[in-house]
């Protein structure tokens, strides 16, 4: 796994990519950690080839994390590996999901 | 194609994981599963692989997790075995009731999902088919 985290539009856009397995968990705890002491987070899946439950886990985890400290959390433009298990673990209708980029920033 | 070896002895870490999804996609190709299917069987994997390392060896590294596959017309048959702790009433249990969404994922993506555990180690059997038929 692999990450870049850039300010734009007012949020903190965290972009993933490659497989996002256990072995990189603690890792992206802390990216999203990190990101979302500075405000609303937006995570670019797009690149993303594959994602496992744990990953999906801290997602969530995240996202509960952010309705906490009163800011906002969203995935953007899943990749299809990325939206399909977030289907599988129904997690597409918890999260906030937005097809691209420019439609998290702009929601 | 040439097939990848059946059997694959990998270490009891998370490092390996790739190295199991790397394994099960060439296997799966072979047999003719779409990349979709590919992909499941790749969810399938880790997530079975990353429960043995977290529940059956309790993340001590330098254990071994045999993987081996079979292919019939049509099928994968994949098994995964560790020589840990077994199985607890059926499911493996964290002992912080941690984890979630894993067996649950599994069970989804295969036609049919065995353990067993004898002297020979704990065994996870998991078959899936190839949707569109037996060709």
Known sequence: MEHVTRREGGATIVELSGDVDVGGAQQLRDVLGDALTEGPVVVDLSNVRFIDSAGIGLLVTAHRRAIEQGTTFAIAAPSEGAQRVLSLTRTDRLLVVHPTIEAALGG | MKAPA??????????????????????????????????????????????????????????????????????????????????????????????????????????????????????????????????
Do not use: C
């Open chain 2, 6 to 135: 059946a059997h694959l002895v990998l270490p009891s870490t998370y490092d390996a994981l790739a190295d199991a999804r790397e394994w099960i996609a060439s296997h799966a190709r072979a047999a003719g599963f779409a990349d979709r299917d590919v992909l499941d069987l790749e969810l399938v994997v880790t997530e079975a692989v990353s429960n043995v390392v977290r529940h059956a060896y309790g993340g001590e590294p330098g254990r071994e997790v045999e993987l081996d596959a079979r292919t019939e017309p049509g099928l994968i048959v994949l098994r995964i075995t560790d020589h840990g702790e077994p199985f607890i009433g059926g499911r493996r249990v964290a002992p912080d009731g941690s984890g979630g969404y894993g067996l649950g994922l599994i069970a989804q993506l295969v036609d049919s999902m065995t353990r067993s555990a004898d002297e020979g180690g704990n065994t996870l059997e998991l078959v899936k088919q190839r949707p569109g038929g037996s060709s």
